[in-house]
């Protein structure tokens, strides 16, 4: 209902701590939690604090490279910290609405702990 817009998301109350989420990692610019409705036994949403144009990641120009790839490493990260890093893991990024995303503020999936499938659905 909110693709393809500035309108604020659901992402910002969980920024703010006004809902609560279960936070696997953070620093100043990057947030790591739980997905609500998890779809793996490690399910894990990274997200920049600052969504700075970030609905999705099409719309990603050459300014935002530095918190791309912070966010590519806190998936490294996280999955290191779940313990899915030897077994290995998949990291999702669903784009606009081919694509399935749902909230309009960029996100990685961080997905592990069994084994996945491919194609994906
Ligand atoms: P998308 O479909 O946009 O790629 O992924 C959005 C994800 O956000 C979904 O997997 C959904 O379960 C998750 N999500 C939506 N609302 C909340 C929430 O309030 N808290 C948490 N922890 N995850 C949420």
């Known amino acids: 209902e909110n693709a393809d817009t500035n309108n604020p998301t659901i992402f910002d109350k969980i ?6 989420s279960t936070i696997v990692y953070e ?7 739980r997905d609500i409705n998890p779809q793996a ?5 990274v997200i920049p604090k600052f969504r700075d144009g ?5 719309k990603a120009e050459e300014r ?4 791309l790839g912070q966010l590519l490493y806190v998936a490294r990260i996280v999955a290191e910290k779940e313990g899915i890093l ?9 784009d606009g609405v081919d694509g399935c995303q749902s909230v309009y503020h960029l996100h990685l999936h961080v997905l592990g702990g069994r084994q996945m499938k491919w194609p994906p659905g």
């Open 27 to 33: 620093d100043d610019k990057v947030l790591a939690f």
């Open 41 to 45: 036994p490690v399910h894990v949403l």
């Open 54 to 58: 970030l609905t999705q990641l099409s």
């Open 86 to 94: 030897k077994n290995g893991y998949r990291v999702v990024v669903n």
């Open 15 to 20: 920024i703010s701590k006004e809902i609560p």
């Open 64 to 67: 935002h490279n530095e918190i």
